[in-house]
């Protein structure tokens, strides 16, 4: 019977222990790997808008290219969040799949792009790998978020507070989001994020409507000036 208790006592502490190395994983160890990786992706896109302000240069008084399209896994944008913190910047990557939302947030891709017409809708965790999403909660009325290319500032403005919905609400970051009140087309945000915080029954959508733009040389946007 001892042998038996001892046996008991000591799986006992195996399984304890299995489970705080696991809750140490998820909660420090996927926040690490997400945080770097999220910088890598900042000083990369950084250095390609160095690059590229020197290589684009105009050369003829034609019309302007049209755009690259956004490839797939790679950054284009930064967001700013000014609510969650003057250091909150997090990159912005084409698509939603698992392994892109461990880098950044995800663009999803049938959406429109950054600043056009349409809805310009981004999702991105609410815990683990970097919590970039966790205090959505907090977003207010009038809220900017802001964005930029490299090129162009984009200053968006939160015109409610959260909403929830179900998973299966694709309605939400169509072009006119379904639940949104907006009456008609217009350059619109969504941000998209899992509820409650600790699981995915539900989700939490924000949205914005652009409300300015303006040529990186002009400088930083008020609200991201100090």
């Known amino acids: 019977m001892r042998v038996l208790v001892r046996t008991f006592s000591e799986l006992c502490i195996t399984v304890g222990a299995l489970i705080v190395l696991f809750v140490v994983y998820v909660l420090y160890w996927t926040g690490v790997r997400a945080d770097s990786a999220m910088d890598g992706q900042l000083d990369e896109l950084r250095d390609r808008w160095a690059r590229d302000s020197v290589d684009d240069a105009p050369t003829t008084d034609g019309p302007p290219d049209e755009p690259l399209p956004y490839k797939d896994g790679k950054a284009f944008a930064v967001m700013y969040i000014p609510r969650f913190g003057f250091t909150w910047n997090k990159p912005v990557l084409q698509g939603t799949g698992t392994d892109v939302l461990k880098k950044g947030l995800g663009h999803y891709a049938s959406t429109a792009r950054l600043g056009q017409k349409g809805n310009f809708a981004v999702a991105g965790h609410r815990r683990t790998y970097g919590d970039p999403f966790k205090d959505v909660p907090e977003l207010r009325p009038n809220d900017p978020v802001i964005l930029t290319d490299g090129t162009t500032w984009f200053t968006y403005r939160v015109d409610r507070r959260p909403y929830r919905t179900l998973p299966d ?46 040529p990186v040389e002009a400088g930083k946007p008020a609200a991201l000036r100090r």
């Open 169 to 214: 609400d694709v309605g939400v970051i169509d072009p006119v989001p379904r639940g949104s009140g907006f009456d008609g087309p217009g350059r619109y945000l969504t941000l998209t994020t899992c509820e409650p915080e600790w699981g995915h029954s539900h989700r939490l959508i924000v949205w914005a409507r652009l409300d300015a733009t303006q």
